[in-house]
Structures are given as structure tokens and as C-alpha cells.
């Protein structure tokens, strides 16, 4: 059987294979974009790695109080 008589063969459509294409190029370009990242990462300070680390706490801080505050504004907003 030929599979252009197959009307399972659709996938293999142009269209398909344009999203593959496109797919591909991307999946290299985030891998590019992964390799550098992580030689940056490999190039951070013990001291600067702990800079990092404090100034994600206090934005975690931050963002939970801010979380904290969006829902009591909330609260008295619907007045529940």
C-alpha cells in the first residue's frame, strides 16, 4: 500500500514537518541558551553564590507578604 493512499499518512504533511523544522531550531536555540547559562553559573563566586541566595530569600519575603497583602485587600474588597 502506497502511503499516499494512507489517510494516516497526513501526518507527514508538510505542515508537519514545517512545525518539526521550527520545533528543532528552537530546542537548539534554548540549548544554546541552557549551555551558556550554566558556564555563567560556573563562573559565580562562593560570595556572590551567597549574595544570590540572600537576595532570593528576601524576595520570597517580599512576594509572600505581598501575597499575604493582595488577599486581605481582597477580603475587604468583597467584604467577606
Known amino acids: 500500500m502506497s502511503a499516499s493512499g494512507d489517510p494516516q499518512a497526513n501526518w507527514l504533511a508538510p505542515p508537519l514537518w514545517d512545525d518539526l523544522k521550527r ?36 524576595y520570597c519575603e517580599v512576594i509572600a507578604e505581598l501575597d499575604e497583602t493582595t488577599a486581605a485587600l481582597e477580603h475587604l474588597r468583597i467584604g467577606t
Open 23 to 58: 520545533l528543532e531550531g528552537r530546542h537548539r536555540q534554548l540549548q544554546r541558551e541552557h549551555d551558556v547559562a550554566r558556564r555563567r553559573l560556573d563562573q559565580v563566586t562562593p560570595t556572590e553564590a551567597d549574595e544570590l541566595r540572600s537576595a532570593w530569600r528576601d
